[in-house]
């Protein structure tokens, strides 16, 4: 007898298997993200990390550069620790990353995603956006890039800022 699978929500937009996207509440205009099904959560470029308490609250403060090859642009971001996690990246090592929650933005949709942080220099993406994330919320489409646009992209254009 075969089971049924439960009932979820209908994706409502196509995605391309990269896109830009923000995470506002980080104050990232925008960063370019690989979907990545095959993780199950996203994770995060940082490129220096440091945790610290703010009303006996576990915070962590890394610093990110969102754009591939250009290091004059820098973000400090500062977030509540949501856990640590235990990770296997995709060279099969292990790695104990620190959680955050925050919201993510990709065209029309805002929504909260869990992200691990990392460093991925040597990837050429600075965000992998996990099957979590997507899940019934968006179809994806592996033949195309970019289908919600490269709007998000232009913030860096005219916005060539250090923030402390």
């Not at 075969?2 to 990232?28: C, D, H, N, V, Y």
């Not at 610093?63 to 290091?71: C, D, T």
């Not at 933005?105 to 099957?131: C, E, H, Q, V, Y």
């Not at 195309?144 to 923030?163: D, F, H, V």
């Amino acid at each position: 007898m075969m089971k049924r699978k439960r009932q979820k929500s209908q994706p409502t937009a196509i995605i391309g298997w990269k896109e830009w996207i923000a995470l506002p509440e980080l104050g990232i205009p925008a960063i370019k993200a690989k979907i990545d099904t095959g993780a199950r959560t996203s994770a995060l470029h940082i490129s220096s990390l440091e945790e610290f308490q703010t009303d006996g609250q576990r915070m962590v403060r890394f610093g990110i550069h969102p754009l591939q090859r250009r290091k004059d642009i820098e973000y400090v971001c500062e977030a509540p620790v949501l856990e640590q996690r235990r990770v296997k990246d995709s060279g099969g090592h292990f790695e104990k990353r620190y959680v955050i929650q925050t919201t993510a933005k990709l065209g029309a949709m805002s929504w909260s995603i869990d992200i691990t942080l990392t460093n991925r220099d040597p990837m050429l993406f600075r965000m992998l956006l996990g099957r979590k994330a997507v899940e019934n919320r968006f179809l994806i489409n592996p033949g195309w890039p970019y289908l919600t646009g490269r709007k998000l992209a232009k913030s860096y254009r005219t916005e060539m800022i250090k923030r402390p």
